[in-house]
């Protein structure tokens, strides 16, 4: 046990990557025996992340250095710096990768029947895999260059299958999505040139460490930061997310919104973990605030019109995004003064929290576009009608998340949005006035949506989905409800660690020694 | 001044690219936009590496003239070479993806016009 422990973090990365080339070779041998697999493997992932989990916020940081003998000795004998790569997992981290795996395993299992067999079913679970890959890569490494090559690998399997339909559209989407992709990509590229050039240094912690904050530091930080805020679709770079959304399967639009926050943890890390108090803390923690209020206020105003279901929710997914970076930007505003202790941390859980809570339902919601699509062949609201008569279960699910989005209790949305009214109000009024209104318009426009699919006399004569797709929907929306029950639980238990870990920039250093 | 002339071109060869991906309305051209923007990362990348006089990490096949008490200063650490292939593998996969995405528009538009392949949006 003791030994699974120690090499679970390698572990959880190689899984996934071994598994991802070896499913065309039980593709070509058994269909069916394919799809057990890629289930197995999923499940695995889930269990381990959560076993991992349950040790970090219990014993503390791991880290890994791979290729060692000892992998817990992450400077090698007669160095003064790490020279390997190291995997650094903290609270924040493992919290990024059960979002990560819960939403793969949802949208694997989901994509049991909505993926129709001969389109290539088993490079999709290839790909699939290769975005948990990226994704649990980008959460759990310690190493800049590595958190680059990890995000080019989430790219490239998310770009692929965005255009899985291959459609001309699709392919429009994906162009988009790659073209923004490579781009932020090669400025992170650029960001690790700059840092390589002055500290010899790879590792987060290390340059952390000898962090000088020059001018050149500060041209890495622009470029590292509108690099993410590009990639996790916040105003004013957003317009790649309703494009990409809308056309991608459903089961990989709820993986994309993952994805996205995966490049919102690498934001986060950069600015609180390798930059941290040396930061212009008011500037950067403002902007953040104001990337914020923009993507939540535009967002919401541009989802309201839409009339493809997609394309309204990718919308809402960017508004959301706004709370999440209005309470961490909030923290990072309050972070080295006393009021952080009081009310700066409390902003930063409501922005953390938020993440979770996102993925579940934005994910679930998701999901539930893609049934309807499935029966009805349409994303065009004005062409559905009725569905509640035969897709119970399917407007049950739907119904759950569009609450748990608009935040009303009991279910998650209201939790955590609730913990950022309350603690950004005491920076300013008018974040919160302004966090509530939006919510209100989400309201809206989900009663919209829900009145002109489910609602009016049954015009689709149509079936409730298959089994494996409700479940796939019913692993989300339970989630949803166990958050929104318990959320002291989980608050007190998953989130307060998370915010802490990302707060306290010292325990992150301290662990690599040196 | 001499030295500088590898940064010029580096501005120069991002300048270049962005100009392409912002402006020019051929997708084809797009990515040819990107592709120049990732030689010059590339070409800052080694840049940054290179060392005057410096030899290859290799210890059996040292250069004669070089004694073990001279090995700390000349061996270079050879960590931007490698991050330059890295990145010159990532940046094949994705331009063959790129191409690979402008057929398909190709085929079902009939143009590569970004002005005209904005079917999404309506």
Known sequence: MNWFITHSPALLILLPLLAAF?????????????????????????????????DIIKNGMHVYAIGEKNPLQTIPGQAAVPIRIVLQIDAMGIFMGIISATVCLAASLYSLAYIEEGKGKGKFYTLLLLILVGMLGMEFTGDIFNLFVFYEILSIASAALIAYSRKGEASEGAFKFLVISSISALFILFSIALFYGQYDLLNIAALAKNMKYTHLDKIALALLVSAFAMKCGSVPMHFWCPDA?????????????????ASLYALFRVCFTLYGVKLDLQLIGGALIIFGLLSMFVGVTMAIPQKDIKRLMAYHAISQTGYMLLGVGAGLYLLGKPEFDSYG???????????????????????????????????????MGGLAHRMKYTSI???????????VPPFNGFASKLIIYESVYKISPILSIIAMLVSILTLASFVKVFHSAFMGPKIH?????????LIGMGVLTFVIIFFGLFPGFIVNNLVHPAATALAEQAKYLQAIGG | MIYNIPFFTVIALIAIGMYAVIFKRNLVKIAIGISIIESGVNLFLIT????????????TNLPPEITPSDIPEKMVMPVPQALTLTSIVIGVAV????????????????????REVRRLRE
């Open chain 1, 22 to 54: 070896l499913m065309p070779i039980i593709d070509k041998i058994n269909k069916k025996a394919r799809n057990i697999f890629a289930i197995l493997i999923f499940i695995i992932v889930e269990i381990l992340v959560i076993i991992l989990a349950f």
């Open chain 1, 245 to 261: 959304y809308s056309v991608a399967p459903s089961s990989i639009t709820a993986t994309l919104v993952a994805g996205s926050q």
């Open chain 1, 345 to 383: 941390i409390r902003a930063m859980e409501g922005g953390i929290f938020h993440i979770i809570n996102h993925a579940m339902y934005k994910g679930l919601l998701f999901l539930t576009a893609g049934a309807i699509f499935y029966r009805l062949k349409t994303r065009n609201l004005n062409e």
């Open chain 1, 397 to 407: 699910f739907f119904i759950i998340g569009a609450l748990a989005i608009a935040g």
């Open chain 1, 461 to 469: 004569d149509v079936e409730e989905v298959p089994k494996s797709m």
């Open chain 2, 48 to 59: 940054l590496g290179y060392r005057e006089g410096g030899i290859a990490p290799i210890f």
């Open chain 2, 95 to 114: 331009l063959a993806l790129i191409l690979a995405f402008i057929m398909r528009i190709y085929k079902e538009y009939g143009t590569l016009d970004a």
